[in-house]
């Protein structure tokens, strides 16, 4: 059978992987080409695209192929779909990747699939493409490679050797919205094989201590990714299962995909996507979960009634607006933790509070000089000179302190 051009190719499995969110390349080993091979994990290029994380990375996110025999309803390239078809030998991959790394136009390589044939057959093709990289050009740039949870462990596993992160994606957050929309799907499928993937990690880890030789595995960790508004669940229950998946499989990250629509859409799909901002949200409870001590539940806190949280305040200001009897701070006195909880502050700023304070008493303007935001600060802190008296209880607080919506010119430059 003839196949078309790669450029055409190249076109349609690279649109076809634009749905998939998880691929930042934060947290990986160092390897740099300076002493033979070609390629680095650290080195500068042309950037593309913000991970969630705020790192800008520059990867050639392709499927290997957007056949599937699959019939995912939320899915593009589900078996029942009407949509142009390609595929990419492991070989086309490869050379496709070195090429683009050569003219510096990427920094590596994320790659997915539908499911030809087989989930083995699939799996042996997407690491095929990742060995020929790593073993016949020594390929020393990142390689994300998303895994399929119902190929055979042994050949996920070997996944593992050749990329930086591998990826599994959960797809919903309930197994109920799994069973559902993606019925040939199995969650506990999945969470085996995450299971699996972490405890190779940590194996690996551990051998890496005790033999300088070691092989690394997977160094950037495992991801996943949850598909938000395509079911009814809340983001309370996203949380929650994020939560759990960090805690039981050592994450390094979930990352949240806005559902959107897709042509010949199938009828148990909500017609209209979530709004963009509550992926957003997401993000932010996350981020408020790994680096401000925040627990699920006090995320949870902060959602309304229907179990979301709102979208015209951040999670923090919102949990803050809730638990009013925890503020004022003194800036001067608080522990870390309270610190942590003031609308505001960030991480660095807290740090510096803390070692400020050890020198002297801090004033309003001390805290001026480390936020972005002093009015959204003033009404949760008292500093010497300083005392919000009945701000932090005034019942307008959260109109005060909401951003204000803006109204976009049309024909701004
Ligand atoms: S397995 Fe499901 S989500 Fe993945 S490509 Fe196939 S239809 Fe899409």
Redesign the pocket.
Known sequence: MSRAPILDRLKILADAAKYDASCASSGTAKRNSTKGGIGSTEGMGICHAYAPDGRCISLLKILLTNH?I???HY?I??KSSNVRRARFTPQEVADLTLSFYRRNYIEGLFLSS??IKSSDHTMEQIVEAARILREEHDFRGYIHLKTIPEADPEIIHRAGFYADRVSINVELPTDAGLTRL?PDKNARQIEGALGKTSSDILEAKDAKKRFKHAPRFAPAGQSTQMIVGADAASDADIVGRASRLYGDFGLRRVYYSAFSPIPDASAVLPLKRPPLIREHRLYQSDWLMRFYDYRPQEIMQATEADGNLPLDIDPKLAWALKFRERFPVDVNRASREDLLRVPGLGVKAVHRILASRRHRTLRLDDVARLTVSLTKVCPFICTVDWRPTLLTDRADLRTLLAPKTEQLELFAA
Request: with cysteine; glycine share 10%.
């Open positions: 599937c699959f019939d995912c899915c390239n589900r539908g499911i993606a």
